[in-house]
Each structure stands twice: as structure tokens, then as C-alpha cells.
Nanobody, 115 residues
Framework: QVRLVESGGGLVQPGGSLRLSCAASGSIFSIYSMAWYRQAPGKQRELVARISSGGITDYADSVKTRFTISRDNAKNTVYLEMNSLKPEDTAVYYC?????????WGQGTQVTVSS
């Protein structure tokens, strides 16, 4: 079983920054990808950013110049650095791990961008 624990969400003003963290534990093989998704009220869950085991990254167009995903393989942890936050970034952010064809999800962390 794989467990994902997210942290770092909160309330921030427009233009501000936040850093999300997600620590994975359990039966994880060394080759796996990790990602951040988000879901705003009344909307479908969408991919924000993804990072492969080799460090290749992929971003949604809406965050490409503002967010940075990174990982620390020694700690089985993925980070999402979010800058220049906008009200439309408000959502619950979920950590995702894909390992041996199985998807695992964290419990979600709320990010609210508001003045």
C-alpha cells in the first residue's frame, strides 16, 4: 500500500507564493512518476504538473510560467512551487503517484487565492 501526505496549502493574496509538499511512503518501486492535480468547485479535476522518475516535467498551459514541480527521490517527496498566484488557482490540490500502473492519491490540500 502507498500513502501520500500533502502539506503547504493555505490562504494567500493574489501575486503571492505557496509551496506544496507531498511525501510518499509504503511499497514504492524506484521507477514512478508523481504529479499534482487540482479541482476547483464545480469543475473536473485537472493535471497541474507532472514529473517522471528521471525528472522530465510537464505542465498545464495555465501554470507553465508560474509553477515549478520538483522531487527528492531520497525522500520520496514531490514539491510544487507556486508563484504569481491568481484567484483562478483556487482549488483543492491533490498529489498523485503512478507506480506499476496503479494510481495513488493524497487527501488533498486547499489553496485559496483571495484578497
Amino acid at each position: 500500500q502507498v500513502r501520500l501526505v500533502e502539506s503547504g496549502g493555505g490562504l494567500v493574496q493574489p501575486g503571492g507564493s505557496l509551496r506544496l509538499s507531498c511525501a510518499a511512503s509504503g511499497s514504492i518501486f524506484s521507477i514512478y512518476s508523481m504529479a499534482w492535480y487540482r479541482q476547483a468547485p464545480g469543475k473536473q479535476r485537472e493535471l497541474v504538473a507532472r514529473i517522471s522518475s528521471g525528472g522530465i516535467t510537464d505542465y498545464a498551459d495555465s501554470v507553465k510560467t508560474r509553477f515549478t514541480i520538483s522531487r527528492d527521490n531520497a525522500k520520496n517527496t514531490v514539491y510544487l512551487e507556486m508563484n504569481s498566484l491568481k484567484p483562478e488557482d483556487t482549488a483543492v490540490y491533490y498529489c498523485n503517484l503512478l507506480n506499476l500502473g496503479l494510481n495513488y492519491w493524497g487527501q488533498g490540500t486547499q489553496v485559496t487565492v483571495s484578497s
